[in-house]
């Protein structure tokens, strides 16, 4: 029997307890033990059963447990102990304003999806983790972010297996009255809502709903509502689902619908305006159509400005994060499409002509298509700065998008990176922490903690690392009984499941999303090798694995089936467990019980992967191919690196050879250090070569991998540096038009900038360290002034065809000027190393606002 209206009954808190409802309002207690204690003293049962929701507890919590409580002094005070805690969390001055009292008054950070807590469950993956722990981290440090995203109603989805193996999906749907959320409301009580028309005039309205993040609001856009009709409130049913006009809806309302919201949440709450906009992927890059379409059709004081200028504006503001290292992961829409959303006074951007913004996405390089849309182009077109998630993510992202710069080396391709962190109160187990607290470390002073990690005695480290495998065997035993349950086993079935795992056995990990380059089923190259290992007499080991793939990926559907067909297997059931449903509430008993964090990429197709740190937080090892962060970080002391066979043209021939050096690795060198125990002394039955990776594990990499690292640098590389540009382009926005009358009148003289001729002497016949190496070059400038340019001495190595490398730039300085825009610019080297030396001489457009030589994408070379 269905019903027919549904709606969520809220439960009224004695007055003694109203504190609760405060608490469970903001997701800090995400994040903040303490927090946790108080709502699970309510009811302990309830607390796990709800899977640590706090809004589900007191909806559910008993009347007359609550009415007692309310009468306990003791809760009372513990309660009045973590609101007043919270209270002095929000107010603080913390480390922005501290360190950064010039920086942005406020920040939006748009992403399609967010990882803050399983009580919320609007992600899907790295990503949306990713931004997740941004938000949490940003908020520890003060800095005034205010995330973007939109509210789907049935989340990503929920994975259960059928009896044969294969992924099951199901969408149960969220009702908001029962998220830690609260409905944005206007001045009179009513919902405020944003709107964005559609192809025909036909309007698109989405409710505002906010979630606080610890000090951060995270803004989210519901589409279903009762002011849309029906096809219209399925625009947020799903985290990447639909066809591509289904997504393109959904990227048109978080982009410019979450531009709106903003908007909205500053006049409600007299919060400062973002003066910084960050764009996480491409998918919200149509934000900056709709702050283009403001500035161009604004009638206040500084009245509407011409497109060109309102671009500048808005670039010289914007941060566009890339994710994908593969082309396949970027958002590309019919060419057709996206202008029928945008076509005429009634399009989503009215006032913007349309062949502006199709411009945005164009692939206008070597091997683009001019039939598509692509948004990962528009995101760098409509931002001043980029970057990506890793170092070696900055270069692979420096190739992939080159031919948006092709006068430029890959080097000097505008794009950076800040490699991704993870926020350690979210993620790393009390155990963990009360370790180094017993040796002085103070959880507020990351600093403290590393320095404890030497003084723990080692007993008492693989006492606690014991503790949370026996955690995770435990956790991963009801999962799996539950699976096998839903699978159609009958009870009488799963006895054996009271065996399964070990807490005394050397225990990998392997989580993640299941596309085909993260090869879920290399370890299954060689079946009979991967079992001996399981079963080794004296050196076992235990694999425990989890994943999603995509709806409509049947490819790593197959995969997850040859995995869990493997482990259904009674020989090695016991010893390898898959877990549906990888979400968050698996993952934090998941990462600290690992003794070893497994991850075997195709390189170089792993953006960055963050999953590792987290197990190195909890002093787990990584075992994984170079790629994402583990290429930048990996030290030869802190795990093991899987050789890679890169350039292999047969990926068959790649995975065996691949696949034989992680058995390789895992038979000589992982399961023999975890074993061996010393025989004599005070450690002695302890594997003290291990416990010394583990402590040079959480010395190397702990102070890297946070989270709060990764937003430092955004702030001082990105946001700073980005709201300095923006304010000098802002008063009356005449900085902006100058600049964009610039852009226009470089564009159109560089065809006749060239390099006429250059000469090089002091260096004689035989060059030595030393010798000075003077340059003249004789430049022509046509219409443009020596102050528009630059004129460079680019040096370094030669290869054996003449290519620079490891190059440096030595500015030239204007000797002389002739007639006919005609110069002459000199200047000194002196030789400074020997070896094969090379140079040359090139021509770019100088402007104090260009954040890159390769802004404008002209170059001149001799």
């Known amino acids: 029997m269905r019903a027919i209206r549904r709606f969520t009954v809220r439960p009224v808190l004695p007055e003694p307890l109203h504190a609760l409802g405060t608490l469970a309002g903001n997701l800090r207690w995400a994040w903040h033990p303490p927090t946790q204690d108080v709502f699970a003293e309510i009811d302990e049962d309830l607390w796990q059963s709800t899977g640590h929701d706090p809004v589900r507890l007191l909806g559910e919590a008993d009347r007359g447990r609550l009415d007692r409580l309310a009468g306990d002094e003791g809760f009372l005070h513990r309660l009045a102990a973590a609101e007043d805690d919270l209270q002095r969390y929000l107010d603080e001055d913390r480390w922005y304003q501290r360190a950064v009292p010039d920086g942005p008054r406020a920040i939006g950070y748009f992403s399609p999806e967010f990882g803050i807590a399983a009580a919320l469950p609007q992600y899907s993956g790295g990503l949306g983790i990713l931004a997740g722990d941004h938000l949490k981290a940003a908020s520890d440090l003060g800095v005034p972010i205010v995330g973007v995203g939109l509210l789907y109603r049935h989340g990503y989805f929920s994975q259960s297996l059928s009896r044969e193996g294969w992924q099951q999906e199901s969408y149960p749907v969220l009702d908001p009255d029962e998220l830690p959320i609260s409905a944005l409301r206007e001045a009179d009580g009513s919902r405020t809502t944003v709107t964005i028309t559609l192809p025909g005039g036909q309007p698109l309205v989405a409710r505002i709903w906010v979630a606080s993040v610890g000090r951060?609001?995270?803004?989210?856009?519901?589409?279903?509502?009762?002011?849309?009709?029906?096809?219209?409130?399925?625009?947020?049913?799903?985290?990447?689902?639909?066809?591509?006009?289904?997504?393109?809806?959904?990227?048109?309302?978080?982009?410019?619908?979450?531009?709106?919201a903003l908007r909205a949440y500053s006049r409600i709450t007299g919060a400062p305006a973002p003066e910084v906009f960050h764009t996480n992927e491409g998918h919200a890059g149509f934000l900056g159509v709709e702050r283009i379409r403001e500035l161009t059709t604004a009638d206040g004081e500084k009245g509407p400005l011409d497109f060109d200028t309102a671009l500048e504006v808005t670039r010289a503001s914007t941060i566009f994060t890339t994710h994908?290292?593969?082309?396949?992961?970027?958002?590309?829409?019919?060419?057709?499409?996206?202008?029928?959303?945008?076509?005429?006074?009634?399009?989503?951007?009215?006032?913007?002509?349309?062949?502006?913004?199709?411009?945005?996405?164009?692939?206008?390089?070597?091997?683009?298509?001019?039939?598509?849309?692509?948004?990962?182009?528009?995101?760098?077109?409509?931002?001043?700065?980029?970057?990506?998630?890793?170092?070696?993510?900055?270069?692979?992202?420096?190739?992939?998008?080159?031919?948006?710069?092709?006068?430029?080396?890959?080097?000097?391709?505008?794009?950076?990176?800040?490699?991704?962190?993870?926020?350690?109160?979210?993620?790393?187990?009390?155990?963990?922490?009360?370790?180094?607290?017993?040796?002085?470390?103070?959880?507020?002073?990351?600093?403290?903690?590393?320095?404890?990690?030497?003084?723990?005695?080692?007993?008492?480290?693989?006492?606690?690392?014991?503790?949370?495998?026996?955690?995770?065997?435990?956790?991963?035993?009801?999962r799996l009984r539950a699976s096998y349950l839903k699978r159609g086993l009958s009870p009488a079935?799963?006895?054996?499941?009271?065996?399964?795992?070990?807490?005394?056995?050397?225990?990998?990990?392997?989580a993640r999303r299941v596309p085909s380059y993260k090869r879920l089923t290399l370890m299954l190259r060689d079946p009979e090798r991967l079992k001996t290992l399981l079963l080794h007499p004296e050196r076992p080991i235990q694999l425990v694995i989890a994943g999603k793939a995509h709806p409509a990926d049947d490819g790593g559907k197959k995969l997850i089936q040859d995995m869990v067909r493997f482990a259904d297997d009674p020989e090695v059931r016991h010893r390898i467990v898959f877990l549906p449903n990888y979400d968050i509430a698996m993952a934090q008993p998941l990462y600290p019980g690992c003794d070893v964090w497994l991850n075997n990429p195709l390189r170089p197709y792993e953006a960055c992967g963050t999953s590792g740190m987290k197990a190195a937080l909890n002093g787990g090892l990584n075992l994984s191919i170079l790629d994402g962060w583990w290429d930048e970080w990996f030290d030869g002391d802190n795990g093991w690196a899987i050789p890679s066979a890169d350039g292999y043209d047969d990926p068959h021939a790649r995975d065996d050879l691949e696949a034989a050096a992680l058995y390789d690795l895992l038979?000589?060198?992982?399961?023999?250090?975890?074993?061996?125990?010393?025989?004599?002394?005070?450690?002695?039955?302890?594997?003290?070569?291990?416990?010394?990776?583990?402590?040079?594990?959480?010395?190397?990499?702990?102070?890297?991998?946070?989270?709060?690292?990764?937003?430092?640098?955004?702030?001082?590389?990105?946001?700073?540096?980005?709201?300095?540009?923006?304010?000098?382009?802002?008063?009356?926005?005449?900085?902006?038009?100058?600049?964009?009358?610039?852009?226009?009148?470089?564009?159109?003289?560089?065809?006749?900038?060239?390099?006429?001729?250059?000469?090089?002497?002091?260096?004689?016949?035989?060059?030595?360290?030393?010798?000075?190496?003077?340059?003249?070059?004789?430049?022509?400038?046509?219409?443009?002034?020596?102050?528009?340019?630059?004129?460079?001495?680019?040096?370094?190595?030669?290869?054996?065809?003449?290519?620079?490398?490891?190059?440096?730039?030595?500015?030239?300085?204007?000797?002389?000027?002739?007639?006919?825009?005609?110069?002459?610019?000199?200047?000194?080297?002196?030789?400074?190393?020997?070896?094969?030396?090379?140079?040359?001489?090139?021509?770019?457009?100088?402007?104090?606002?260009?954040?890159?030589?390769?802004?404008?994408?002209?170059?001149?070379?001799?």
């Open 667 to 862: 038979e000589h060198e992982v399961a023999p250090r975890f074993y061996d125990a010393a025989t004599t002394g005070d450690d002695a039955g302890l594997p003290v070569r291990w416990i010394e990776m583990l402590r040079h594990t959480l010395k190397s990499l702990g102070p890297k991998v946070l989270a709060t690292r990764m937003v430092r640098d955004y702030v001082q590389q990105l946001y700073a540096p980005a709201v300095a540009n923006a304010r000098s382009l802002d008063p009356d926005h005449r900085g902006a038009v100058a600049l964009a009358a610039w852009k226009q009148r470089v564009r159109s003289a560089w065809p006749a900038v060239r390099i006429e001729h250059v000469e090089g002497e002091g260096i004689g016949d035989v060059p030595q360290v030393g010798d000075t190496l003077s340059v003249r070059a004789y430049v022509a400038l046509g219409d443009l002034g020596p102050d528009d340019v630059d004129v460079q001495l680019v040096h370094g190595r030669a290869s054996a065809e003449d290519e620079l490398v490891r190059t440096a730039v030595t500015p030239l300085t204007e000797v002389e000027a002739y007639d006919g825009g005609r110069h002459c610019f000199g200047g000194s080297l002196t030789l400074s190393r020997s070896g094969p030396f090379g140079y040359t001489v090139r021509v770019v457009p100088r402007n104090s606002h260009l954040a890159s030589v390769a802004e404008l994408g002209v170059v001149a070379y001799a």
């Open 493 to 510: 079935e799963l006895g054996w499941i009271d065996d399964a795992l070990d807490p005394d056995v050397l225990t990998i990990g392997f």
């Open 324 to 478: 994908t290292p593969v082309p396949a992961g970027i958002d590309r829409f019919p060419r057709t499409l996206v202008e029928q959303y945008f076509a005429g006074e009634a399009g989503a951007a009215p006032g913007v002509p349309v062949d502006r913004v199709l411009a945005l996405g164009a692939e206008t390089y070597d091997g683009g298509d001019p039939n598509v849309f692509n948004m990962a182009v528009m995101g760098f077109r409509l931002a001043q700065r980029a970057n990506g998630v890793s170092r070696l993510h900055g270069h692979v992202s420096r190739e992939m998008f080159n031919g948006l710069w092709p006068a430029f080396d890959e080097a000097e391709v505008p794009i950076g990176s800040i490699t991704n962190g993870v926020h350690a109160p979210t993620w790393v187990a009390r155990e963990v922490y009360a370790l180094a607290e017993q040796e002085g470390a103070d959880h507020n002073d990351p600093d403290t903690f590393w320095a404890a990690v030497d003084k723990v005695p080692g007993r008492q480290v693989w006492a606690a690392k014991r503790a949370l495998r026996e955690r995770l065997v435990k956790d991963a035993r009801r």
């Open 216 to 260: 951060v609001p995270l803004l989210m856009l519901d589409a279903d509502t009762e002011e849309n009709p029906e096809q219209l409130r399925t625009v947020t049913d799903r985290l990447y689902g639909g066809n591509s006009e289904h997504r393109l809806r959904q990227e048109l309302l978080l982009g410019v619908g979450g531009m709106r």
